[in-house]
């Protein structure tokens, strides 16, 4: 088995977006996802041989939350697609880390904590408007949550905010 993939998926919000299509031009290998559910179940498949290491999910966001294809993933929604994330968590690698690559996301750190506490695995935000169809620019400052189940620090955990951390708890 290989140590780790890192998979990239993009929205497709059944519709014809310019963003969205110029983002997968600069990613040629990110599959295409139309809701929560059909993404968990290309990767499922995808981790048959490797755990998964980074999951990056590009979509439209606000301060609030963002599109996973076409469902809206927000703190009060999330327990709605709880049974779908859930089934990530036997996938991860020791330092995987979930990307939430929509704009404005990561200004809400509590629907971080609550995504990174489904999912086991830290999550990372960005809190100004996205650019990922540049490649290592994300446009923004980064907050990343540990979820508390996780007994020994990782790679990630140098993310952490300590302070934002327990005040958006």
């Not at 040629?28 to 179940?41: F, L």
């Not at 779908?84 to 996301?105: A, I, N």
């Not at 629907?111 to 086991?120: P, T």
Request: glycine share 10%; hydrophobic share 35%; net charge negative.
């Amino acid at each position: 088995m290989a140590d780790s993939i890192d998979l990239y998926f993009i929205s497709d919000p059944g519709h014809f977006d310019g963003f969205l299509s110029s983002t997968s031009l600069f990613h040629p290998t990110a599959s295409r996802m139309k809701t929560v559910s059909d993404m968990i179940d290309q990767i499922v498949p995808a981790c048959k041989t490797a755990k998964l290491g980074e999951l990056t999910v590009v979509g439209h966001g606000n301060p609030f939350g963002q599109y996973v294809g076409t469902d809206w993933l927000d703190k009060d929604t999330l327990e709605s697609f709880r049974s779908s994330l859930k089934r990530l968590v036997p996938l991860w690698g020791s330092d995987s880390l979930l990307t939430m690559g929509g704009c404005e996301q990561g200004q809400n750190g509590s629907f971080l904590l609550a995504l990174s506490d489904i999912v086991d695995v830290p999550v990372r935000g960005f809190t100004a408007l996205q650019r990922s169809f540049v490649p290592g620019n994300q446009g923004g400052e980064t907050k990343c949550y540990l979820t508390c189940a996780r007994s020994e620090r990782t790679f990630w955990d140098k993310y952490i905010d300590p302070i934002n951390h327990w005040m958006s708890r």
